[in-house]
């Protein structure tokens, strides 16, 4: 047993006649382990491009929101009032008439 672990800690496994069975495993979980680091890259990778993109449709969700109230405050009837007395227009004093059209079948 104790000259089982010296060999392998000298890597005698390595050079022995029978080394190529052991160089192809070692090959192949080389392999392993790199693609399973590059999964995981791609896995964080992906996860911080969720995050920003969240933040981002956060921030337009409350621009729009910003936008469309301020569009409400803007077509209320009091602010149109004010900035058309700006301009020196003022309401009709006089109700609008309805125009009734009889058809002439």
């Not at 969720?50 to 729009?64: P, Q």
Request: charged content about 30%.
């Amino acid at each position: 047993m104790k000259k089982r672990i010296f060999n392998i800690l000298k890597g005698t496994f390595l050079v022995s006649d029978d080394a190529f069975k052991n160089w192809r495993i070692i090959i192949f979980i080389s392999v392993l382990a790199i693609v399973m680091i590059a999964s995981s890259h791609s896995a964080d990778k992906k996860v911080h491009d969720i995050a920003r993109l969240t933040n981002e449709v956060k921030e337009m969700r409350s621009a729009f929101v910003d936008g469309r109230s301020r569009l409400m405050r803007l077509k209320m009837e009091s602010a149109v009032v004010i900035k058309m007395k700006a301009r020196g227009l003022q309401p009709s004093v006089i109700p609008p008439k309805k125009i009734m059209v009889k058809s002439q079948h």
